[in-house]
């Protein structure tokens, strides 16, 4: 039987986990429900995040890969975390305006096989490149030791948890910070009710006479920011490499949309709650059954509510 401070760990560090999983969800979601555009690229954009971060953040050592070979032993700009927290989303943001120019748009009307084979094939791209110049090795997370003079690299003691990484605690404060931004532009903005409607009924705002394709980029990129923010957060607490696009980013984003419910962004953030939690849950007693027990969830969710938490049934069908 687990302990009232079991409990309450599995907790803190499932609503940690959960927060890049929303993050992650609500990117793809507004992408998928607005635009119709099937984004494997999303993992990659994760993955440009995270790299982007540890070049901000600090100077890293290189022993292998393109740039060790032409002498550069060492890369990065030791410009802190905070420069980090501005840079990396924005460079997402413009990231994501030139994949919906260059990328999306052309196949908005070709079938969804070819929007999966060019986003997959991006974001091979994508991996392959940065496993050929940086190096395919695994680099140490991004953590840092202060934040406006405050030491934040040792931990803070709390009721039932005990003792708990205090840089983690701010982690779960920023990632949450930007969710709930996020939900109250797309919620409470004339953007937003754009997007809402798009991701519903796209061909009906289209009817009304809303010019809805000049809020595809915006759509987009929002996205792409999202996907690479969350790539920075999950750099700052696991270990970096070229793989983590696709095994941490890309299928937990589409397990929560399918957990949450497909073009609703308050799903996307349940999912990725609940799909986090149960990460840390069966990962702090059962390890070995970890992965089972996500896709055995999602599977059952499937079969009993395929619209998910809070999709409709017509997203669903």
Do not use: C
Not at 11 to 17: E, K, T
């Amino acid at each position: 039987m687990l302990l009232q401070s079991e409990i309450a760990s599995i907790l803190l560090n499932g609503l940690q986990q959960g927060a890049i999983y929303a993050l992650l969800g609500i990117g793809l979601t507004i992408i998928l429900g607005t635009m119709e555009f099937l984004n494997l690229a999303h993992g990659a954009l994760y993955l440009v995040g995270a790299y982007t971060g540890l070049i901000v953040f600090q100077e890293t050592a290189l022993s292998n890969g393109l740039l060790y070979s032409l002498g550069i032993t060492t890369m990065g700009f030791e410009g802190g975390f905070l420069a980090a927290l501005v840079i990396v989303p924005a460079f997402g943001f413009g990231v994501g305006l030139l994949m919906e120019r260059f990328v999306a748009e052309p196949f908005y009307d070709r079938p969804e096989t070819d929007q999966l084979l060019v986003t997959f094939g991006l974001a091979l791209i994508v991996e392959e490149t940065i496993k050929n110049v940086i190096g395919g090795n695994t680099f140490q997370s991004i953590a840092p030791s202060t934040i406006f003079g405050v030491n934040v690299s040792q931990p803070i003691s709390l009721p039932l948890v005990g003792l708990f990484p205090s840089w983690r605690l701010i982690i779960i404060g920023i990632a949450f910070l930007v969710i709930g931004l996020t939900y109250l532009a797309i919620e409470r903005t004339d953007f937003g009710l754009v997007v809402q409607a798009g991701t519903r009924d796209s061909e009906m705002v289209r009817l009304l006479g809303i010019k809805i394709n000049r809020s595809y980029s915006l759509v987009f990129a929002l996205g792409a920011a999202l996907a690479a923010f969350a790539g920075l957060i999950g750099a700052s607490i696991q270990t970096l490499s070229p793989q983590i696009g696709m095994d941490q980013a890309l299928i937990p984003a589409f397990l929560t949309i399918v957990v949450g419910g497909a073009g609703s962004v308050r799903g996307a953030i349940a999912g990725g709650l609940v799909l986090g939690v149960i990460v840390s849950a069966m990962t702090q007693t059962y390890s070995q059954w970890a992965q089972i027990v996500l896709y055995l969830f999602v599977a059952l969710m499937l079969i009993f509510r395929p619209q998910g938490l809070f999709g409709t049934a017509e997203v669903g069908e």
